[in-house]
């Protein structure tokens, strides 16, 4: 059993003096050493950083040894945790994220809310849902890799790809077979991202290409409890006039269109194409476009800029009284606006917003 101190973790700082933290030159993407240490009290704290809640216990009669590092990009992060003597971990409720847990090296086995699972290279990793407990033992030297996904993002996910709002989170099968069939897909888009963002010429838009291919994958290439609506079949194609509204609202969602707009670009009456609408994707078209506003109001929010706020966000697209735009906001993706601002501001390595102050 390795009694040696853990490894050192680079990241992609470059310059003079210490650094715990690396923020890259474009927006969205951090880096960030949160612990490397053989101090237990230290590692403790960092792992609750990430996994609220979360005790951690060392392996009795090994040299503890701990390092994590996270590089972040908006709603995933990739966690790096290297554990040369090994232990046990327990998390009360995992929060509002889904997690992915694989191995770069060692083993590792635990339970997800009654569900066992092991974590070996290249054959088995795990998948835990949010409200649920989870127990690991780790009996040697080991090297997770770790993909912790916003639940707001893959909830709206889901929703973008099937048109079904959620009441709750999706609850994934916890174990998860990564050598062969549709987990190996999963297993290899993740590690795609994972060595993407892991490179100091990462770029963002191949990223969010490659996120959206990590949640699709995840959705349709896992079962879960929602599995049943992907696996059914396919809606008939739209008609040529639904397209072309799409096409119109997606290229102008954050402009003040009209109906009337809408209309004249399909090219047909209102009544035929609310009522196409309604056949082909469920709801009519300024619902549907109120469903773009929301989708991109998140995206701006989980990427901001220094100047990024929820109330700017809530003008610009047109989505109405800030109040009633957070109630709704919270009911589609799980979390406020301001939280979901407050992780992309951490995210891109900007200061938290101080709390304004009543007169």
Not at 12 to 31: C, D, E, F, T, Y
């Amino acid at each position: 059993m390795s009694g040696r101190a853990p490894r050192s973790v680079q990241t992609s700082h470059k310059g003079k003096g210490p650094s715990r933290a690396a923020q890259a030159p474009w927006a969205g993407i951090a880096r960030a050493q949160l612990v490397c240490t053989g101090d237990v009290g230290e590692a403790r704290e960092a792992f609750r950083r990430v996994y609220v809640g979360a005790t951690l216990e060392p392996k009795r009669g090994t040299s503890f040894g701990c390092a994590m590092e996270v590089a972040s990009f908006g709603t995933l992060r990739v966690v790096a945790g290297d554990w040369p003597g090994g232990g046990r971990a327990f998390v009360p409720a995992v929060g509002d994220q889904y997690i992915l847990s694989l191995s770069a090296g060692g083993e590792s086995a635990g339970d997800h809310a009654g569900e066992p699972f092991r974590v070996v290279p290249g054959r088995r990793a795990a998948l835990f849902s949010p409200g649920r407990s989870c127990s690991l033992d780790v009996s040697g030297a080991f090297h997770g890799r770790t993909l912790v996904i916003d639940r707001g993002a893959l909830d709206a996910h889901f929703t973008t790809l099937t048109g079904a709002a959620l009441r709750g989170p999706i609850r994934f099968g916890t174990a998860l077979d990564i050598e062969d069939g549709p987990g190996r897909t999963v297993h290899e888009v993740a590690q795609l991202f994972r060595r993407q963002i892991e490179q100091s010429w990462a770029s963002p838009m191949l990223l969010a290409e490659l996120r959206g291919a990590l949640f699709t994958s995840l959705l349709v290439h896992t079962r879960h409890s929602l599995s049943e609506i992907l696996d059914a079949p396919q809606p008939r194609v739209a008609p040529a006039c639904v397209r072309k509204a799409e096409e119109y609202m997606a290229a102008h969602a954050a402009e003040p269109i009209t109906l009337a707009d809408i209309v004249a670009a399909a090219g047909v009456p209102e009544r035929s194409l609310r009522a196409a609408f309604v056949a082909s994707r469920g709801l009519p078209p300024m619902d549907f476009l109120r469903q773009r506003r929301f989708e991109l109001a998140r995206r701006q929010l989980a990427e901001p800029s220094a100047s990024t706020s929820v109330a700017g966000v809530v003008a610009a697209l047109g989505l109405g009284n800030p109040g009633r735009f957070s109630v709704e906001y919270k009911r589609r993706f799980g979390e406020s606006p301001s939280e979901t601002l407050s992780a992309g501001r951490a995210a891109a390595g900007l200061p938290r917003l101080r709390p304004r102050r009543r007169p």
